[in-house]
């Protein structure tokens, strides 16, 4: 197309802050343009604004309705800002194509034009920066999480394409933002973010891997009975859990050895296991707590050791005897305290009385005995014996 000629009474100069201007492929960038007036503008007159392609003088941009432009520029090229003041123009998805010099000029109307010889020149250059991730510094399993990936540089989203090489937790998105839930296992996962650029032909990859924290989850706890009593827990957590076994409220030591629990514990990353051994068969209803813990969460197991019924029956038994025997002994030293207490009460109580007795009592003569007399009776007279006569 024709160019006007440069009228320089209205349109004094153009400010350009920017005559070169570097920028990489697939990118985008703005080339700041505003123009000042010495004077008022002819009344009722707009303004029109155009950005050429200098090589084959081709419009690429203005804010003039209804204009015709280049097929291969009109979504790549746009005018931005106070377009009644401005000349700003706004150049997306770049190509090494665009490498040119772009001129502007403002039509005033009624024969009333200006022209610029001399405009912006690109220099356009191959894509070098990666993807920046924005991942939040915790990621927490079964907790929703959302990750950006992005170029800097861009004026618009570019698609990007998700992708986990460990799992399929995460799967492919078409868009910059990515929404999912981590599980546990995702824990050192390598995810992927792929840039595509479709205009260019162009895919920039980065990679990250993720580091998943989980509160700490029993994962299986049992009881066996042979010779000793042997219970056991294990523990799921990131980063690994400590677990604490607990009898009747008393926190029982790890690895720790006596005369009845022996608790001995072993890890790996992400997991943590932990046994305790009873020494000896339970003889009444016993229970035991195991505890896993981490700076994320606690979760806690219990577990009740019930005797077998001839172990019931033993002690019944057992303490039945011992309650008699005890009882027999209380008894008979009971009762050997009631003797000696009565013993010396009665003591006590006869020194006490005695005195009393004896003053009470009048002192009398003692009386002589006499025998009675007996009457004797007259002598008879003897009669004469018969043989003599």
């Known amino acids: 197309m024709a160019l006007p000629l440069l009228w320089l009474g209205l349109l004094s100069h153009v400010l350009m802050e920017v005559k070169k201007t570097p920028v990489e492929e697939g990118l985008c960038t703005t080339i700041p343009c505003a123009f000042e007036f010495p004077k008022e503008p002819p ?29 291969n520029t009109k979504d790549e090229f746009y005018m931005t800002g106070n377009l009644e003041e401005g000349c700003t123009l706004l150049i997306h998805d770049i190509l090494k194509g665009n490498s040119i010099t772009y001129l502007f000029y403002a039509d005033l109307g ?100 993720l580091q998943v924290v989980s509160p700490a989850r029993l994962f299986n706890s049992s009881c066996s009975l042979e010779k000793t009593v042997l219970c056991s827990c294990s523990f799921h957590g990131i980063p690994k859990p400590s677990v604490q076994w607990w009898m009747g409220g008393v926190p029982v030591t790890v690895n720790s050895m006596d005369n009845i629990l022996r608790v001995t514990s072993s890890t790996r990353a992400p997991w943590a296991n932990s046994t305790i051994n009873l020494i000896g068969e339970p003889e009444i209803v016993m229970r035991l707590r195991c505890e896993g813990k981490n700076q994320y969460g606690i979760h806690t197991s219990s577990i009740f050791l019930i005797p077998n019924k001839k172990s019931v029956s033993s002690v019944f038994v057992k303490g039945l005897i011992q309650g008699i025997v005890y009882g027999a002994i209380a008894f008979s030293l009971l009762f050997f305290c009631l003797v000696l207490l009565s013993m010396k009460m009665l003591t006590w109580w006869e020194e006490h009385q005695s005195p009393k007795t004896k003053e009470g009592l009048p002192l009398k003569k003692p009386e002589l005995l006499e025998e009675p007399e007996v009457p004797k009776m007259p002598e008879a007279d003897t009669p004469p014996d018969r043989a003599g006569v």
């Open 110 to 209: 009624e024969q009333n034009s200006a022209f610029l010889g001399e405009n912006i020149k690109l220099f356009v250059s191959e894509l070098n920066q990666k993807p920046e991730r924005h991942v939040p510094e915790i990621l927490l399993a079964e907790k929703p999480v959302t990750l950006n990936c992005t170029l800097k540089g861009t004026c618009k989203e570019t698609k990007a394409l998700f992708h986990s090489w460990k799992n399929s937790a995460v799967s492919s998105s078409s868009s910059s933002v990515l929404l999912f839930t981590l599980r546990p296992e995702d824990h050192g996962s390598i995810l992927g973010c792929h840039l595509n650029f479709s205009l260019a032909n162009m895919t920039k990859n980065s990679l990250v891997k």
């Open 43 to 71: 009344g009722n007159s707009v303004i029109m604004r155009y950005w050429l392609n200098k090589n084959i003088s081709s419009l690429v941009a203005t804010n003039k309705p209804n204009a015709t432009v280049g097929d």
